[in-house]
Structures are given as structure tokens and as C-alpha cells.
């Protein structure tokens, strides 16, 4: 299959280069465990990047079989990774949909050992994030589904953060609870429910509600403009132009915008100078730099000082309990 795709005329001709550094990839898996090093020779490494898509594509190709093979039956399927989900057109003998139900679901499992649990047919079924129930008029009522060991730990208001995170936590999850609710009593719920976890993180109230109803109107603007995007298409930015630095944040660092004025009036365009991006480099070629990116970085947290990784020093070597 990937072959088959990277082949394709449209496609860069680089097919062989991925597939043998996809090979080296997925035949090097090594992980260290003490004063030892392992190979790992069966199945994928799910650390590494490329294992999402691999194992996508992987079970797709014994879907491209056995899925036809249902359609008069399974008349919608979709997958992501491991959640499958599918609507099932029951045959009117109670007996005979049994057993086609069973034979389809041992149909799945016929691939290389992958096992999967499989829910029984149901009106109500629960997908990733979302919970959806089928109404005896057909329509299908979508709600957020959450699960009940969350503990909703947000990160309280004195971490080192960025001032922006509070807002930005609340614009995005706001924005999916409307948009994955169909009804407006179950928006109202989720979204008490998620002011009050904040309040008792210890965020007060006066700033929370300006930032719910700011979220709350842009979400509403955001659904309705919905599909209206393909009208006008994306600013093209060349990133060559750009130029990036790399922070460790700290809360008491100078604020972005005094960093920016800094790069501009002593980097970008001085005063009286020739601007950075007509000057050219030691190869005689232009610099073309005229925007600068902050790219922060999550500096040490609790969690990486207290959350033990390294077992070395801590009683016998792993390599002590092996057997020749």
C-alpha cells in the first residue's frame, strides 16, 4: 500500500528512500531497561512517530477484504487507530441477525493475532470524546462523553505558565462542548461543570466569567461560519522569511511584545541601517529574514523532579536477574 500510494504520478519520486528508512525504523526499535538494551521483534513500537499512521494502515488492508463483504448489513464504519464505529442494518429474523452479527465480528478478528472487543449492537454507543444515542425517529442525538475516573486536574493558576493559558483552555473547550452537544441543556451542564472544576482549581470567578462569555460568543460565531471557509482561501506566508528563537519560559522573562520591539529595532529594520533581510550572508546570498517567531519550551516540572526514570543505583543491576 505504500508503495502503491507513493508511486502515484502526483507523488515525489523518493518511494524507495521512505520505505527502506520506514524499514530501519520499524526493525530498530531499541529500549533501554537498567544497564540493559532490547530489540524489540514483535509488533510497533508505539513511542515512535510514524507507529499511528503504520498501524492505520496496517489493519486497512484486511479492511479493504472484509468490509465489502458486509456492506447490505454494515451500512456505515469508520475508524481511528484502535476506536472502531459502525452502524449495523439488523436482519428482521432475530436468529439469522445473531449469527451474521457473530460471524462479522470474528471477521475482524482474522488479522495477525490483533484482538478486539466488540460492544453488542446498541441505540447508544460512546466514540472517543463523543456519546450518541439513536432516537426512535431516527435522528442522532450527540452528547460529550466523559469518562468517570477524570480527574480533571487543569493546572492551577500559581504554575509558571503563560498568562494566555487559562484563556486559551477555556476558548478550546468551550468550543467543543458546543460543538459536540446537540442540546442546549446538555451545553449549559458541561459548561457549569467545567467553570466549577476551574473554581475549585483555585481560579477566581472574576476572571472566569469574562472568558466564558467571550468563548462562548466566538464559539457561536465560529458554528455559524462554519463551511465558509473554503470561500477565502488561507494567507500564504513564505517561511523562509521567518526566523525562530527558542525560550525556556519563565513567568518573570521580558513579555513577548518587549522582545519583539527589541528584535526590530535592533535586528529586524535599525534606525539609520540597512534592514536584516537585504544583507547578505558569507555565501553572498540575502539574509530574507523580516518576522521572528518565540517558541517556548515547558521548563523542569515537579513531575520531572520527583517521577523516577533513571532505576540506576537503586539495588542490583537489571542485568544481574538474567539467565544465560
Same mark, same amino acid.
Not at 448489513?73 to 472502531?84: E, N, Q, S, T
Not at 527558542?246 to 513579555?255: G, I, M, R, S
Given at each position: 500500500m505504500v508503495h502503491q500510494e507513493l508511486s502515484k504520478p502526483q507523488q515525489p519520486s523518493y518511494t524507495e528512500a521512505l520505505v527502506s528508512a520506514l524499514h530501519i525504523v520499524f526493525t530498530n526499535s531499541i529500549v533501554k531497561f537498567g544497564d540493559t538494551y532490547w530489540r524489540q521483534i514483535s509488533g510497533t513500537?508505539?513511542?515512535? !512517530? *510514524?507507529? *499511528? +499512521?503504520?498501524? !492505520?494502515?496496517?489493519? !486497512?488492508?484486511?479492511?479493504?477484504?472484509?468490509? +465489502?463483504?458486509? /456492506? /447490505?448489513?454494515?451500512? &456505515?464504519?469508520?475508524?481511528?487507530? #484502535?476506536?472502531?464505529?459502525?452502524?449495523?442494518? *439488523?436482519?428482521?429474523d432475530m436468529a439469522t441477525d445473531? /449469527?451474521?452479527?457473530? !460471524?462479522?465480528?470474528?471477521?475482524?478478528?482474522?488479522?495477525?493475532?490483533?484482538?478486539?472487543?466488540?460492544s453488542p449492537h446498541s441505540t447508544r454507543c460512546n466514540f472517543m470524546d463523543l456519546a450518541l444515542t439513536l432516537t426512535p425517529t431516527g435522528k442522532i442525538d450527540t452528547n460529550l462523553f466523559e469518562k468517570s475516573q477524570n480527574l480533571y486536574l487543569y493546572i492551577p493558576p500559581g504554575s509558571a505558565h503563560p498568562k494566555g493559558m487559562i =484563556?486559551?483552555?477555556? &476558548?478550546?473547550?468551550?468550543?467543543?462542548?458546543?460543538?459536540?452537544? /446537540?442540546?442546549?441543556?446538555?451545553?449549559?451542564?458541561?459548561?457549569?461543570?467545567? =467553570?466549577?472544576?476551574?473554581?475549585?482549581?483555585?481560579?477566581p470567578l472574576s476572571l472566569l466569567e469574562p472568558l466564558f462569555l467571550q468563548a462562548i460568543q466566538d464559539a457561536k460565531t465560529f458554528i455559524t461560519n462554519q463551511g465558509r471557509d473554503h470561500l477565502t482561501p488561507p494567507p500564504t506566508h513564505n517561511t523562509s522569511t521567518k526566523?525562530?528563537?527558542?525560550?525556556?519560559?519563565? *513567568?518573570? #522573562? +521580558?513579555?513577548?511584545q518587549a522582545i519583539h520591539r527589541l528584535w526590530q529595532e535592533y535586528g529586524s529594520e535599525p534606525e539609520g541601517k540597512r534592514p536584516l533581510r537585504d544583507m547578505c550572508n558569507s555565501f553572498k546570498e540575502k539574509v530574507n529574514l523580516d518576522s521572528l517567531t518565540i517558541a517556548y519550551s515547558q521548563p523542569p516540572n515537579l513531575r520531572n523532579r520527583f517521577s523516577v526514570r533513571d532505576i540506576s543505583g537503586r539495588g542490583r543491576d537489571v542485568s544481574s536477574y538474567l539467565v544465560e
Open positions: 513500537g508505539m513511542g515512535i !512517530a *510514524p507507529a *499511528p +499512521p503504520w498501524a !492505520a494502515i496496517f489493519y !486497512a488492508l484486511h479492511e479493504q477484504h472484509f468490509v +465489502p463483504k458486509w /456492506s /447490505s448489513h454494515l451500512v &456505515f464504519y469508520k475508524r481511528f487507530i #484502535d476506536d472502531i464505529i459502525g452502524i449495523w442494518l *439488523p436482519h428482521p445473531t /449469527s451474521l452479527w457473530s !460471524a462479522f465480528c470474528n471477521d475482524l478478528q482474522q488479522w495477525h493475532g490483533l484482538e478486539w472487543i466488540v =484563556k486559551g483552555l477555556i &476558548f478550546g473547550n468551550t468550543l467543543r462542548i458546543m460543538r459536540l452537544c /446537540s442540546h442546549e441543556g446538555d451545553v449549559t451542564t458541561h459548561l457549569t461543570n467545567f =467553570k466549577t472544576r476551574l473554581l475549585a482549581r483555585g481560579y526566523i525562530f528563537l527558542h525560550l525556556e519560559f519563565h *513567568p518573570e #522573562d +521580558p513579555k513577548p
